[in-house]
Nanobody, 123 residues
């Protein structure tokens, strides 16, 4: 993908929900693995969810059962639906994609990053 842009962040109460959106440019969107990361200042960027181009999904243990990654191929857009949000989910969230197999830990796989969207969960 040439560019990615995240949106949909905000401030919510603990237990609330948000849906993040990643819009992409470039071609062959359906051939890419899609990934969401998050980062708290001073910490390493943490993988949250990835979707293989075939549709299989993978989640960090900290969000499994609460977050869902999905995509809209005609719109070249993908999403992160977040429910039952916790204060520890507070971070800036980033989307990216890879032509290889996605990884929640190997940041070197990813060349394209957006500016991120801030999610703040108030207790």
């Amino acid at each position: 993908q040439d560019h990615v842009t995240e949106s949909g962040g905000g401030t919510v109460q603990e237990g609330g929900s948000l849906r993040l959106t990643c819009t992409t440019t470039g071609s062959d969107f359906d051939k890419w693995d899609l990934v969401w990361f998050r980062q708290v200042p001073g910490n390493v960027r943490e993988g949250v969810a990835c979707m293989w181009n075939g549709g299989s999904t993978w989640y960090a243990s900290s969000v499994k059962g609460r977050f869902t990654i999905s995509r809209d191929i005609p719109k070249a857009t993908f999403y992160l639906q977040m429910t039952s949000l916790l204060p520890e989910d507070t971070a800036k969230y980033y989307c990216t994609a890879t032509g290889g197999r996605c990884s929640l830990t190997d940041l070197a796989k990813y060349d394209v990053w957006g500016q991120g969207t801030q999610v703040t969960v108030a207790s």
